[in-house]
């Protein structure tokens, strides 16, 4: 098998390319081969051109945040010989979280014995996203994120929880309309509406509690608008997870499962895994079984228990 490193050299405060070459030479990893990504997009081109000629098993390592790890899982997706191990050294790693914790998927011994497990993907358009499309309130929580991206005191959470700041003020009523399998679910206006295929969004947001990412449908969650003060007493719950637990909150959240979500926007556009999609239209597509995640055995285990 070879051991392919894609590496977002702003990751880990600029220092992920040398602890990795430190990593891989300890273990003796004499077979591994570090690429340092460019500019935006660039580790997606580079996995698809290497996948065109691997004649072996080929493990991607996504080094870096979610966005790095969106890049990798574009290149790689459909290929059967390759698999993709995210190792977290970014800003923000919320995809993981479905499976365990920064520290499981940052032991490299753990992830080079890990185990490969096939986890749905979502297509919209030309593109995959592995974990959260999201939009509405959560587009103009993107873009602060997005404006935000290169102040060293503003990242990851910090950023978000800025950008949730931002949105309360600006962007609580949205124009969208959202199909699930041809059923209509919005009347035209969001607070927000995360189609997810991982359970977390923006660091600590346990926006899709019940998602599971083998079943082979999209969960789908709509939130209508609410008043600010609704929504203080919402994002406590919706941060731990229980906004479909709450009674009270039933009438203002509309849950589905299904295999494609069609969405309609005024013009904001929507969010694939952290990045910003401006247009009017989108169909999101369930994949199977899309892609293989490599997944460290503490990390599996309780979902082989569950």
């Given at each position: 098998m070879e051991?392919?490193?894609?590496?977002?050299p702003?990751?880990?405060?600029?220092?992920?390319?040398?602890?990795?070459?430190?990593?891989?030479?300890?273990?003796?990893?004499?077979?591994?081969?570090?690429?340092?990504?460019?500019?935006?997009g660039d580790g997606t081109l580079f996995v698809r051109e290497y996948c065109k000629t691997a004649a072996d098993k080929v493990r991607?390592?996504?080094?870096?945040?979610?966005?790095?790890?969106?890049?990798?899982?574009?290149?790689?997706?459909?290929?059967?010989?390759?698999?993709?191990?995210?190792?977290?050294?970014?800003?923000?790693?919320?995809?993981?979280?479905?499976?365990?914790?920064?520290?499981?998927?940052?032991?490299?011994?753990a992830l080079v014995n890990g185990r490969e497990v096939a986890a749905d993907l979502m297509?919209?358009?030309?593109?995959?996203?592995?974990?959260?499309?999201?939009?509405?309130f959560d587009t103009s929580v993107c873009r602060t994120v997005e404006a935000l991206r290169g102040n060293p005191l503003l990242k990851g959470k910090r950023a978000y929880a800025v950008g949730v700041i931002r949105a309360f003020f600006t962007a609580m009523r949205s124009g969208y309309r959202v199909r699930?399998?041809?059923?209509?679910?919005?009347?035209g206006e969001i607070l927000l509406c995360t189609v997810a295929n991982g359970k977390y969004v923006g660091g600590s947001y346990k926006c899709a509690p019940r998602s599971d990412n083998t079943d082979g449908l999209l969960e789908v969650c709509l939130v209508k608008p609410v008043s600010r003060l609704k929504f203080i007493r919402l994002i406590g719950a919706y941060a731990e997870g229980k906004h479909l637990e709450i009674p009270e909150l039933s009438d203002f959240v509309a849950y589905r499962r299904g295999k494609r979500v069609e969405v309609e926007s005024e013009k904001d556009g929507?969010?694939?895994?952290?990045?910003?999609?401006?247009?009017?239209?989108?169909?999101?597509?369930?994949?199977?079984?899309?892609?293989?995640?490599?997944v460290p055995d503490a990390a599996l285990a309780p979902h082989e228990n569950r």
């Amino acid at each position: 098998m070879e051991h392919v490193f894609v590496v977002n050299p702003a990751a880990g405060r600029g220092i992920a390319v040398d602890e990795i070459r430190k990593k891989t030479a300890d273990m003796g990893l004499e077979n591994a081969r570090i690429y340092v990504t460019r500019s935006k997009g660039d580790g997606t081109l580079f996995v698809r051109e290497y996948c065109k000629t691997a004649a072996d098993k080929v493990r991607f390592y996504a080094c870096g945040g979610d966005g790095t790890l969106n890049e990798v899982v574009n290149g790689a997706a459909g290929n059967a010989l390759a698999s993709v191990c995210p190792y977290p050294c970014g800003s923000g790693n919320d995809f993981i979280k479905y499976y365990g914790t920064k520290e499981m998927f940052s032991d490299l011994p753990a992830l080079v014995n890990g185990r490969e497990v096939a986890a749905d993907l979502m297509r919209v358009g030309d593109r995959y996203a592995v974990n959260v499309v999201n939009f509405g309130f959560d587009t103009s929580v993107c873009r602060t994120v997005e404006a935000l991206r290169g102040n060293p005191l503003l990242k990851g959470k910090r950023a978000y929880a800025v950008g949730v700041i931002r949105a309360f003020f600006t962007a609580m009523r949205s124009g969208y309309r959202v199909r699930v399998d041809g059923e209509d679910i919005s009347d035209g206006e969001i607070l927000l509406c995360t189609v997810a295929n991982g359970k977390y969004v923006g660091g600590s947001y346990k926006c899709a509690p019940r998602s599971d990412n083998t079943d082979g449908l999209l969960e789908v969650c709509l939130v209508k608008p609410v008043s600010r003060l609704k929504f203080i007493r919402l994002i406590g719950a919706y941060a731990e997870g229980k906004h479909l637990e709450i009674p009270e909150l039933s009438d203002f959240v509309a849950y589905r499962r299904g295999k494609r979500v069609e969405v309609e926007s005024e013009k904001d556009g929507v969010c694939i895994d952290g990045e910003i999609t401006d247009g009017r239209r989108f169909e999101i597509d369930v994949v199977p079984a899309g892609v293989k995640i490599v997944v460290p055995d503490a990390a599996l285990a309780p979902h082989e228990n569950r």
